[in-house]
């Protein structure tokens, strides 16, 4: 079964209560979080997410494009996410072994996210203690990006060491993820979609979140 997750970086910030009920169908909540530095863009921290906990019971996975980290997790922790990701390239390995370390003394999941440049081996040091891999299929940032076919093949080959090492951690794509685009990630071996334009674009929200769960499971 192919879990949705809507995109709130493509809602309306005015009215993001509305915006999030709206998605009240769907598997996860994304939350992308910039700092500037990581990525050029900014946009929510954590006062923003505490506030998305007091209206909504969704699934809140929450993703950190920010540098190093393991200096946010008990603050995002604490504000009511359920899983955090955070990027390969954004720190030292150790220090993001400790950012894991800390996501488990904090009671979330605990996530990794590959910037299109990182290959899939880079998860080996820490597959077997993932609840997800996070596989960014544009460069991270912005959303309504084009999808990067050339990501099917790190897909791909996330799913084998899945497979392999961990086979009960999740696979998620996001960046570019359409009705035309879904089917094509899932038979790659990604189960969770992250989507924001292809969402929050159409005009009726739970309609486009049914379409790409039917897309996806063909
Ligand atoms: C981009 C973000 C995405 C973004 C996806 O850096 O991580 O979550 O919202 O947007 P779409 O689905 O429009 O590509
Ligand atoms: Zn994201």
Known sequence: MVKIAPSIL????????RDISRARD???????????AFVPNLTIGVPVVQSIRKCT???????????????YIEAFAQAGADLLSVHLEA???TRIAQALDLMEQCGVKRAVALRP???AN???PYVERLDLVLVMTVEPGFGGQAFMESQLDTIRQV???IDKYNPACELEVDGG???????????????????????YGADDVPAAIRALREAAEG
């Open 26 to 36: 769907a598997d996860y909540l994304h939350v992308d979080v910039m700092d500037g």
């Open 159 to 161: 799913r084998a060491i």
């Open 57 to 71: 019971d969704m699934f809140l996975d929450v993703h950190l494009m920010i540098d190093k980290p393991v200096r």
């Open 122 to 124: 880079a998860i080996l």
């Open 177 to 199: 993820i359409n009705r035309t685009t879904a089917p094509l990630v899932s038979a790659a071996g990604a189960n969770v979609l992250v989507a924001g334009s292809a969402v």
């Open 10 to 17: 493509s809602a309306d910030f005015v009215n993001l209560e």
């Open 91 to 93: 720190d030292h390995p």
């Open 117 to 119: 440049i990182t290959s």
